[in-house]
């Protein structure tokens, strides 16, 4: 049979096209498939702590932080501050216009040295028996009463300078210059952020175990999620004398100082480190970790590196609800929406500016 030659050009041609127009659609697809996997956050187990340290989940907050207001009413003369600005201790932050308080202080002064006078002038009259007994008491009356007034009238002069309580960093301000404010209306909020308190959640039965005096006296360290290769030296600050019935744990604060050349924010959350006698490490998780938690076991998620997928693991717990056996250092645990996974499912670490 004679083929036409123009038809079979025509073939070729329209063969080529489509094989190149499913190929240009493959990768379209492909990154559609990869932006659809599930993110998920991870949590690196610690090879170093797998002896001498019990782990609890951690927030960090600023060590000490202040709403400030004027004790006093008047109109804002000078709001010498901005947002974000560092001050020191004692630092004036802001002024009311105190021309009526030094006004009502030169009075009470007026008050007090003319109440001071006929006191004086009484007492030397009654050790001569020229004026009464009564006549006495009244006039010392008088006279600290307008003590009391005159000291009343410097005070509410001095509470027209708002200062800084402590060293810290100026995180908001409530007003602007010339604004007449209320007594006790917020002004400004200061925060210590080279202090940082770190609160974290410790189950009754592990205090139980150690003696809240002992605890004080424990070694403890902090690791930040963003910066999980650095251990910061804390100290115990506070603890609650009560539990909280929800979780079955005490409330208690470690103190750091701000570690040079990182920037660790309030909010943040990491995990800190109590030393410890014991060979093993009890590890205490978020409740958005587990898949299943019952009294001495429960499954969480590992994250395989080289399938990109997650396989169930199943733990074993102490009284305390921690971790001690299961995990290994390096494991990568899924700490966030456990529930929302299957077995083998495909995810991607989720990230953040800094890291995992």
Not at 3 to 24: Q, R, S, W, Y
Not at 167 to 174: M, P, T, V
Request: charged letters at 20%.
């Amino acid at each position: 049979m004679h083929k036409n030659p123009f038809v079979h050009i025509l073939l070729v041609a329209l063969l080529a096209g489509g094989t190149a127009f499913i190929n240009g659609c493959s990768p379209a697809k492909s990154e559609s498939q990869n932006s659809a996997i599930k993110p998920v956050k991870l949590y690196e187990v610690e090879k170093s702590a797998a002896t001498g340290y019990d782990a609890f989940w951690a927030e960090i907050d600023a060590g000490n932080r202040s709403q400030l207001s004027f004790q006093v009413p008047g109109m804002i003369e000078k709001l010498s501050v901005r947002d974000g600005q560092r001050v020191k201790k004692g630092e004036i932050l802001a002024s009311l216009d105190a021309v009526d308080y030094q006004l009502a202080v030169d009075a009470s002064q007026a008050q007090y040295d003319l109440a001071k006078t006929r006191y004086l002038r009484n007492q030397q009259l009654y050790s001569k028996k020229l004026v009464s007994t009564d006549m006495l008491d009244r006039s010392e009356t008088a006279f600290k009463a307008a003590d009391a007034n005159l000291e009343e009238a410097k005070t509410d002069l001095s509470y027209t300078q708002l200062k800084a309580p402590f060293d810290g960093l100026i995180s908001i301000s409530f007003v602007k210059a010339h604004q007449f404010v209320a007594a006790k209306m917020p002004i400004l909020n200061i925060i210590n952020n080279d202090q940082l308190d770190i609160t974290i959640s410790i189950p009754v039965p592990y205090v139980d175990s150690i003696g809240v005096e002992n605890l004080k006296k424990k070694q403890f360290l902090v690791v930040f999620d963003l910066y999980n290769n650095m251990k910061v030296p804390a100290h115990f600050k506070e603890m609650s004398t009560q539990a909280e019935t929800d979780t079955n744990s005490y409330n208690a604060t470690v103190t750091i100082l701000r570690p040079h050349g990182i920037n660790i924010l309030t909010g943040m959350t990491g995990q800190i480190l109590i030393g410890n006698t014991i060979t093993k490490n009890p590890l205490q998780l978020p409740n958005e970790a587990w898949i299943q938690k019952l009294p001495e076991q429960g499954k969480l998620w590992r994250y395989d590196p080289q399938t990109k997928t997650v396989q169930a693991v199943q733990v074993q717990l102490n009284d305390a609800g921690a971790v001690v056996s299961g995990l290994h250092g390096g494991d990568l645990i899924v700490i966030a929406g456990a529930k929302d996974l299957q077995q083998n499912q495909t995810v991607r670490p989720w990230k953040r500016e800094g890291g995992i």
